[in-house]
């Protein structure tokens, strides 16, 4: 078999030669109706039976990986795919750095793996139920075709998960898939593994700014991931980062188009202040003051996604050779960081301080630091627009003792500065901070769908191109409902 090509005549397509390992197959194809009604209870609501305009993988060669074609959610082709194994790969880091990467799973090593698995798969579901609801008051057939698309994206890094659960953990690793269906985000009952993602996605501004900052936690851990010494789990989470890239593309251009619109509004009705927040709302768009607190809130709740900034877990997967850094095997240095250290920024004495940490342990803060940079750098885009238009206003992360729950900041309140406050304080101003109901009822009422093509609501600006160059009337869903 062709390892670069998807093969589509199994009911599963997959580059993973399925149709010989029947055993796999038939877990697979029993797990599939579970799938499905879960799609259909929890998927985006509405718009099953729509064409949509989305782009489905046909191999795993970077040159060319997808083709793009009208197609019904329901009936899209959610599949198994690989980047093609790479000869005589060793394990880049840890105590068996050097040793040839694992093609079945260590047993001493099986419940680490196990874990970080599942971690990875219980986000995937998570994120289409967040954004279930949508749909219905999407600023254009554009916005709502790159919805559907990320939705279902999602949903076949699900199946990458549950795939690795089902051929390498039996009967454990099929109970683990059958739980990635039962559980739901926001449930009282049985929630999402991680914060973010129990917590609601309400509106498009925040879509924009989940997929920006919440996608970018997920593609800095499957950086980590496809470092790792178990080959499969390696190979899978390459090919999904070829896909992640997408998502943060809408959540990048999705808020440089809300904050291109504010602009040439305040611009064209002659508002010097980009803070008068009532002058500007009436506009009918969305406020740089408002957009910031939306920012405060996802980057702080996405930055919890780490875990704690010094953790043996870390320490723990790294030294095993299970989860490496970020571009580990570009990094020059002895990769078992025995001896190194790594500075954590932690309370000392009522302050936020740098204080050097083991860098074994402090593993989940360097990935932190890596995605905080990473972050940075879109924001600079964002800022260019709001310059041009001859504004003094700059949108800016907040420090990361802001708004925590995870790890040393946790118990504390701090402004977004940094500056460490009292409970009453954080009460009385934290609405100046993070959107207030307020903001979230003025955000809804913008939130009225834009269905015809080549149309967009007052709020956010045409995209620059289009998806597959398509131009500007395209009809990137043919709605039926
Ligand atoms: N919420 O040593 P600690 C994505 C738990 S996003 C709740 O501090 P560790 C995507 C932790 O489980 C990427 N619990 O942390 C994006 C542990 O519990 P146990 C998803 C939390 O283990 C958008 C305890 O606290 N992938 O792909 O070093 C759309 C102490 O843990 C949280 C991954 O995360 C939390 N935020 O690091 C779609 C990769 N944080 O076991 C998709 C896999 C910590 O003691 N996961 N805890 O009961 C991991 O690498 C790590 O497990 C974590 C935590 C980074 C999550």
Redesign the pocket.
Known sequence: MNFMNVDYSTKIPNNVNLSEDRQVLKALEGWHPGYMDWWSDMGPEGFQQSLVYLRTAYSVDPRGWAKFDYVKMPEYRWGILLAPQEENRVIPFGENFGKPAWQEVPGEHRATLR??IV??GD??P??VEQQRHLGKTAPSLYDLRNLFQVNVE?GR?LWAMVYLLQKYFGRDGREEADELLRRRSGDADSPR????FNEATPDWLSFFM??YF??R??KM??H??AQSGFDPLSRTCRFMLTEEAH?MFVGETGISRVVQRTCEAMKAAGISDPTDIAKVRALGVIDLPTIQKKLHLHYSLSL?????EV????AN?FNAGI?GRYKETQIDDDHRLQNSTYPVLKLVNGEVKRVDEPALTAL?MRLRDDYTQDCAKGMLRWNKIIQLAGYHFKLTLPNVAFHR???EFRDINATPEGVLIDDATWNKRKGEWLPSSADGDFIASLMTPVTEAGTYASWISPPKVGIDNKPGDFEYVKIET
């Open positions: 874990r970080l971690i990875q986000t995937e998570a994120s999602e890094h593994m991680l914060g973010a989940f997929t919440t996608d936690d997920g851990q499957l980590s991931l998502h919890d996604l780490f875990g704690s953790s043996t877990n870390a997967a989860k989940n729950q995870i790890g």
